[in-house]
């Protein structure tokens, strides 16, 4: 759920910003960067000035328009069961989403010299350090500002609607909507614009900006602070390791967009065992479990009953998570984190 936070300019909160940041780098191993001259070719052009609004040019408001309300029909009928939107609401609402990427492909045209590692190495490796003045995201903060109102009024738009299981239809429409917008694109364009539409998607479910807005009240060489940065990297590898433990556990498991196995409901799963991670690390900071309780454990139950997942696995992808984020912290930093590890089980009972 996104809420409104103010980033102070504090080491503790930078340190965490930069983490923050790394979320969203380009990936470049799905393009053969190193051996194809064409390709390397074909991602400077793309990278430029030039490419960047070629690339908006081709997602046009209209196109947008048709694929935010193609992706709301979609959605609908995914949970046509609980008859959570009529077609009005749903164009309204896909009104409201458009608006949002229009803004982000605003953004996306802006130029800018930030790149995370690795692909920042792998990029001066491959065409020199010029390169680099073309390539990454704007600043994380400038990027989460200027999205933040239309954000919210997306937000609020599903908050008051006629039925509160259209809740779960946010970050499904989003989701199904950043997937028809990529098939507008090639390879190279996808791999530019990945990062930006993984950032709309994560930053109306999953609380980053909080978390590293919650690290003001500790310094840089707090025990607890210390934890949370030697964890907030390893939160990609930690979700796919409890993802895999459950297709071992669910083999059979199917929710109404599919199995495990399946390519969407795999991101989804690992975009969630992301978000129950931000959580924890937020209640950390703020030494409290109440956003568990009042926004993960409401959100859980509205959305996943809403897609058919069974609760059973909710509560076992909770238990396996604690536990693996447990067993990679030393001895004296697990007595800091037991109690909200702790917690976050308790709130979601078997």
């Not at 694929?67 to 959605?75: D, E, G, P, Q």
């Not at 009529?86 to 164009?91: C, K, N």
């Not at 930053?203 to 003001?216: K, N, T």
Request: glycine share 4%; hydrophobic share 45%.
């Amino acid at each position: 759920m996104l809420v409104s936070s103010q980033l102070s300019e504090v080491p503790a909160v930078e340190r965490l910003v930069n983490i923050w940041a790394a979320r969203y780098c380009p990936d470049l191993s799905v393009l053969s960067v190193g051996s194809d001259p064409v390709v390397r070719h074909q991602l400077r052009e793309a990278a430029s000035e030039n490419g960047r609004v070629q690339i908006a040019h081709k997602l046009d408001e209209r196109l947008i328009k048709e694929k935010c309300v193609l992706a709301a029909i979609r959605t609908k009928e995914l949970l046509a069961h609980c008859k959570a939107l009529d077609l009005v609401e749903a164009g309204r609402l896909a009104d409201s989403a458009s608006r949002v990427y229009r803004k982000l492909l605003e953004v996306y045209q802006e130029s800018s010299s930030v790149v995370a590692m690795p692909s920042k190495r792998r990029l001066w490796e491959t065409f020199g350090d010029a390169s680099l003045v073309t390539w990454g995201m704007p600043q994380i903060e400038k990027l989460a500002y200027g999205l933040e109102p239309l954000l919210l009024e997306l937000q609020e738009q599903y908050l008051v609607s006629k039925d509160w299981r259209s809740l779960s239809f946010i970050t499904t429409q989003i989701n199904f909507s950043n997937a028809l917008l990529r098939e507008q694109l090639t390879p190279v364009e996808r791999v530019l614009m990945n990062p930006y539409l993984k950032f709309v998607e994560e930053q109306v479910a999953l609380p980053w900006q909080r978390v590293c807005a919650a690290a003001a009240k500790h310094s840089p060489d707090s025990p607890i602070f210390m934890v949370v940065e030697q964890n907030l990297p390893m939160a990609s590898e930690i979700s796919t390791a409890i993802y895999y433990q459950l297709r071992g556990f669910f083999p059979n498991h199917s929710s109404r967009r599919g199995g495990l196995d399946n390519p969407g409901v795999k991101h989804s799963c690992l975009r969630d065992l992301d978000m129950f991670q931000a959580y924890l690390w937020l209640c950390t900071l703020e030494k409290s479990l109440k956003f568990v309780e009042q926004e993960l454990l409401a959100m859980c139950i509205m959305v996943f009953e809403s897609l058919g997942i069974l609760w059973k696995m909710t509560t076992k992808a909770n238990e396996l998570l604690m536990h693996e984020i447990l067993e990679r912290l030393e001895f004296h930093q697990k007595s800091l984190i037991n109690p909200y590890t702790k917690g976050m089980v308790e709130a979601f009972p078997a």
